[in-house]
């Protein structure tokens, strides 16, 4: 059974400032980690995907996996009001072979303010 | 804007009633997917097609009937629902079948209320 754990917040956050997203997740078979997007009444928008250790970089956004200690993090720079949302982390990928979905963590809700 | 197209926006439906959501996507993804999202919780999935054959039931109740009638398109049809069935429903879709390296995308999702 595949968890994935998110703290739920509000995450509040002074417009500027780098925001700070952190995941884990238990399957240590996992191999892809997405970082999506939900507004609220609207479906979740895909921002950034990594399946190999370490960084990656996009614009404002950079998430960042550590696989030995089953942790996947995104940071946000130059927090916009915008980027008020909640994030949802989401694992993909078992020992297995077949398209599987995604496991989500149950969301943080960020809140940026001006 | 998604390349995941689902309809209707919005739907009510009686608890006697049978409808169906709809789901279609061109961009040759061959997996689908149908996710359940109740407020303020985070999506869960519900079924996954795999070129076109039901690869994943997640123990979803039988009022729910998926079908993938081409590699494009993908149904969920609704019949003798509960009240709290009501929820947004998601589509999805991905390139390959392999469990990983496979970007799930969104549709905008069905707003279900059950009466």
């Known amino acids: 059974q595949k968890e994935v754990e998110q703290n739920s917040g509000p995450l509040s956050v002074p417009e500027g400032a780098i925001a700070s997203l952190n995941c884990t997740y238990s399957?240590?078979?996992?191999?892809?980690f997405f970082w999506y997007r939900q507004y609220s009444g609207k479906s979740p928008e895909l921002i950034m995907f990594?399946?190999?250790?370490g960084d990656k970089e996009d614009g404002r956004f950079t998430a960042q996996l550590n696989k030995a200690s089953q942790y996947v993090s995104l940071l946000i720079r130059d927090s916009q009001p915008s980027d008020s949302a909640t994030y949802l982390c989401?694992?993909?990928?078992?020992?297995?072979?077949?398209?599987?979905?995604?496991?989500f963590g149950k969301g943080t809700h960020l809140i940026i303010q001006p | 804007d998604t390349e995941v197209t689902q309809t209707p926006k919005h739907l009510v439906m009686g608890m006697t009633n049978k409808k169906s959501l709809k789901c279609e996507q061109h961009?040759?993804?061959?997996?689908m997917y149908w996710y359940k999202q109740k407020a303020k919780k985070p999506p869960e999935l519900m079924f996954v097609?795999?070129?076109?054959?039901?690869?994943i039931n997640e123990s979803v109740p039988s009022r729910f009937s998926p079908e993938c009638p081409n590699s494009s398109l993908l149904n969920l049809h609704l019949h003798a629902l509960q009240p709290e069935d009501s929820a947004l429903y998601l589509c999805?879709?991905?390139?390959?079948?392999?469990?990983?390296?496979?970007?799930?995308?969104f549709g905008e999702g069905s707003w279900l209320t059950v009466v």
């Open positions: 989401a694992v993909n990928g078992g020992s297995g072979g077949g398209a599987d979905g995604l496991t």
């Open positions: 399957d240590r078979g996992s191999q892809s």
């Open positions: 999805a879709s991905s390139q390959g079948t392999a469990g990983s390296g496979n970007t799930i995308y």
């Open positions: 961009m040759g993804h061959r997996a």
């Open positions: 097609y795999s070129y076109e054959k039901l690869s």
């Open positions: 990594i399946y190999s250790n």
